[in-house]
């Protein structure tokens, strides 16, 4: 597709389980971005991959949070345990080179 | 830690009038993006600001960049009702070897707008 592809678009789960949130990068764009957005707040960064590797993840707030993109290209943010915390819209970006970053529609996730 | 910060957050407007959103930021950067959200939409990237005194315009919107006094501001001429939504102004910190930006974007809480006829 031409833009950054998220799935789900909306997710609801129970406190405890496990969530899988998946993104689809615009085609060629090397740098991949995950951010959580809350209600009523502007947007935080959690983790950057270039390429496949993890560049910086120190915006994710603990250790059942979890991002991979194994093959440079789609990327999974992984939630472990998940708290009524973590309801928020979760949104990936891309871009090229430095160009600026292109955003999806985002995953919204509700945690019961 | 940088901050970035929003005024007004709420802003009601009649159409046809203007008004300025300003954002404020507390660490040096010379890469300021606008972006604009509708209700359960994703990001709209309006504006890109490169350098200091970098001035854009796209219709009724204007932004301009001071990097000196770290600030930027989002213009609105004449506002007609297709503009309400919130805006956010961004900040990218981490300019690397030879000016690279790592897209590492810190936001501020964001300005919502509504235009009433």
């Known amino acids: 597709g031409a833009g950054v592809s998220q799935t789900p678009s909306n997710k609801v789960t129970e406190k405890g389980k496990y969530v899988e949130l998946r993104c689809d990068p615009i085609s060629g764009h090397t740098a991949l971005y995950w951010y959580r957005q809350s209600l009523g707040q502007g947007p935080e960064f959690l983790i950057y991959f270039q390429g496949t590797g993890a560049a910086d993840d120190s915006g994710l707030p603990n250790d059942r949070f979890f991002a991979v993109r194994p093959e440079g290209s789609v990327s999974t943010l992984k939630i472990q345990r998940t708290e009524r915390g973590d309801s928020a819209v979760y949104l990936c970006?891309?871009?090229?080179?430095?160009?600026?970053?292109?955003f999806g529609e985002g995953s919204r996730l509700t945690v019961l | 830690e940088l901050k970035v910060e929003q005024n007004p957050l709420f802003l009601s407007m009649q159409e046809g009038k203007n008004y300025t959103i300003y954002c404020n930021y507390s660490t040096t950067s010379d890469r300021l993006y606008w972006y604009r959200q509708d209700p359960g939409k994703s990001l709209e990237s309006l504006f890109v600001?490169?350098?200091?005194?970098a001035v854009k315009q796209e219709g009724r919107l204007m932004a301009s960049l001071d990097t000196k006094a770290r600030l930027s501001t989002l213009h609105i001429t004449a506002a007609v009702h297709d503009l309400s939504a919130t805006y956010f102004c961004?900040?990218?910190?981490?300019?690397?070897?030879?000016?690279?930006?790592?897209?590492?974007?810190?936001f501020g809480q964001g300005t919502i707008l509504t235009v009433h006829p």
């Open positions: 600001l490169l350098s200091n005194g």
């Open positions: 970006a891309s871009r090229r080179d430095a160009g600026e970053l292109f």
């Open positions: 961004a900040v990218d910190p981490n300019i690397g070897a030879g000016g690279t930006s790592y897209g590492k974007l810190t």
